[in-house]
């Protein structure tokens, strides 16, 4: 909301909705053909078109504003486009299309205790995913349960690993083949006679607070906070099974093996309802859980309390268990594997660099600096002002390279020449979104923010440069200002 309140707040911009790219779709205007659409100006026609090649009737949702109800989920970068820019072209055309009710933007994920990075190769991807042969619903489980949905969260091997062994092997797995695994093994897969007691009914208050907690959390789009509450059913259930041990009342007389029917049918139902609320997170595993319980499809409904879907005499097949243990050493494994390439590294020799090199450099960044201002400036060529901000960038770095050898330090120091190099290139993109968001007098929660990952970026880079970073904020340099 405030990133959308922050472009209308102030009355809305002109903004350019072109590129001078060879890719893309083209404008179709005269003089303009050579041009084609900025892709976020473009891309959510998308959206309708794409529905419109899979059926005639796509009126039905497009142009159905009281009856649709419209979700977007995206990256938070993408949310002007879709808070402010597609619904204006929407509104423009005065012809009823369906607008965005519910925006859901995720913050951002990080890897280990850095960033994810495709040109370092530092983080796993998609296709890497799939190589490690680790299925992809435990992917699913683990990405859902650190989303980033109301601050920035990480991704660690460590963590991973501890997920799986812990919540889904240990828990959810463990309750789900123990209840089924129990019931073929003592009732030979036959669904018995369920004769509740007051503990009996207890678990069924305990199941239905926890499914209400789910659904509400669904229907906010709180998908994270959603999961954990499938993990505590299952967690109940464990809990349910351990205190009424099963598998000695199997053994006593008929009414201690009609509670143990009844304890283990209850479970079952458990079960089936559990991979119900699963299919929208791991729907292989539901799928699953569903042949194991020998039922079809049409059960994947959720209602507002637990139903016993399980009727006496249902017939279920063989269970089997549905994850696996991950050893730690793999994790270590893939830590090192996807942790990227090997920087390169230059050594700088003690000793300042010359008086005539450090100016040289100085003035070249400052007369290249103001040739990319000028540029864009006159709206130049994209492609022409993307080679002179690289050429700037080089010189930057060059010029912080030479500075570092004129630190004292006691031998050698060593200067991280890639990292510098990117470190560079993010504070000039980072400053540049700094002073976008000031020109657009955004919320000042929001500039605040981006001015200190600004700064923070400018203190990596000074480390990485072998420079002390600066200490102090913005306020401190607003202060001394005033004073003079």
Not at 120 to 143: E, S
Not at 417 to 428: G, P, Q, S
Request: with cysteine; glycine share 6%; charged share 25%.
């Amino acid at each position: 909301m405030g990133i959308a309140r922050a472009w209308v707040r102030d009355g809305l911009k002109p903004r350019c909705i072109s590129r001078d790219l060879k890719w893309g779709t083209p404008v179709p205007l005269e003089g303009f053909t050579d041009k084609v659409f900025y892709v976020w100006y473009d891309a959510p026609i998308g959206y309708l078109s794409i529905t419109a090649n899979y059926t005639a009737e796509w009126r039905q949702w497009w142009q159905n504003q009281k009856q649709v109800q419209l979700y977007n989920f995206m990256a938070k970068d993408n949310v002007p486009f879709h808070s402010v820019i597609f619904p204006c072209t929407c509104l423009g055309t005065d012809d009823n299309y369906t607008l965005v009710n519910h925006l859901i933007a995720t913050e951002y994920l990080n890897y280990e205790d850095g960033k994810f990075s495709k040109s370092r190769q530092v983080g796993v991807f998609g296709d890497q995913a799939k190589d490690t042969g680790i299925p992809a619903d435990i992917w699913r489980f683990y990405l859902l349960y650190i989303r980033p949905e109301s601050q920035d969260s990480s991704f660690s091997w460590t963590d991973f690993v501890t997920k799986n062994n812990s919540e889904l092997l240990n828990n959810l797995g463990n309750y789900i083949n123990r209840s089924l695994m129990f019931l073929f093994n003592s009732f030979n897969g036959i669904m018995p006679e369920l004769h509740l007691t007051d503990e009996d009914k207890r678990l069924l208050v305990v199941v239905c607070r926890e499914l209400q907690g789910y659904t509400s959390l669904l229907e906010k789009a709180r998908i994270r906070d959603a999961l954990r509450y499938i993990l505590n059913i299952s967690r109940h259930g464990n809990q349910y099974i351990q205190g009424n041990k099963p598998w000695a009342l199997v053994k006593g007389s008929d009414a201690e093996r009609e509670r143990a029917g009844t304890v283990m049918g209850l479970s079952a139902n458990v079960v089936c309802l559990l991979s119900v609320l699963l299919q929208p997170f791991m729907p292989a595993v539901s799928e699953n859980i569903q042949q194991q319980l020998n039922i079809p499809r049409d059960v994947n409904v959720i209602t507002g309390d637990f139903v016993c879907m399980l009727k006496p005499g249902h017939q279920i097949s063989k269970p089997a268990p549905l994850f696996q243990k991950i050893d730690a050493s793999m994790a270590e494994e893939l830590k090192q594997k996807f942790a990227g390439k090997q920087p390169e590294v230059t050594k700088v020799k003690n000793g300042p660099a010359s008086t005539e090199e450090m100016e040289k450099l100085s003035l070249a960044v400052k007369e290249q600096a103001e040739k990319v201002r000028n540029l864009k400036a006159s709206t130049a060529e994209k492609q022409l002002i993307d080679a002179e901000v690289k050429l700037l960038l080089d010189l930057k770095q060059k010029l912080v390279v030479t500075s570092a050898a004129t630190a004292d330090v006691a031998d050698q120091r060593e200067v991280d020449v890639e990292e510098v190099k990117r470190l560079t290139e993010a504070v000039a993109l980072q400053a540049t979104k700094v002073r976008d968001l000031k020109a657009n007098k955004v919320d000042k929660s929001v500039l605040d923010s981006e001015v200190k990952q600004l700064l923070g970026l400018k203190n990596q880079l000074a480390l990485a440069s072998g420079e002390k970073p600066a200490t102090g904020g913005g306020n401190q340099a607003k202060k001394k200002k005033g004073k003079k």
